[in-house]
């Protein structure tokens, strides 16, 4: 279990957990992260560090980004990593990262934005969290009340959920 006073390290990438709707002529577009404002709301006292890395659709991201989140884990000194990333594309940067050896990377998304009354994201974010602090090191998916290592969960879009391989 990881000691209160360690910091944990929240990379933000976009996705749906940041979207919001700018008007009736409009699209979901990603906007500010909202993970600082739902620790807050959450009361976490843990310490903890954000960085945005990008403001993309999961669905936008590449490899450039992909290469970018991964050198922000290795340059971090935080051993323990939660990654707000869309639900799209999120096991393909889970695999980008599944060599990286000493650290805990848990990526997590919603399926609604943050900003929405009845959204998962405040959830999910927080088993996120809770994940990165007892998980061994390794990366993982915390998505809808479950913990799945990356390697082992595909999206079921039919189903909208994660679901073991």
């Not at 954000?50 to 989140?69: F, G, M, N, P, Y």
């Not at 889970?94 to 998304?109: F, N, P, Q, S």
């Not at 998980?135 to 998916?141: D, S």
Request: aromatic fraction near 6%.
């Amino acid at each position: 279990m990881l000691p209160a006073d360690t910091p944990i390290l929240l990379l933000t990438t976009g996705g749906t957990i940041d979207k919001i709707y700018f008007d009736a002529l409009s699209d979901y577009k990603v906007g500010e992260s909202v993970v600082a404002k739902l620790l807050q709301i959450g009361g976490v006292k843990r310490p903890f560090r954000i960085e945005e890395v990008t403001r993309k659709d999961s669905l936008e991201l590449d490899d450039a980004d992909r290469a970018q989140i991964r050198e922000r884990i290795l340059s971090a000194p935080e051993s323990h990593i939660v990654i707000t990333h869309g639900t799209d594309t999120m096991t393909d940067t889970a695999r980008t990262l599944e060599d990286i050896a000493g650290k805990t990377i848990v990526l997590v998304g919603a399926l609604a934005p943050a900003r929405f009354g009845e959204s998962d994201a405040s959830f999910n974010l927080g088993m996120a969290f809770a994940t990165a602090q007892i998980a061994g090191p390794g990366v993982y998916i915390s998505m809808s009340g479950s913990v799945f290592r990356a390697d082992q969960v595909v999206k079921d879009r039919a189903k909208g959920a994660f679901v073991p391989r």
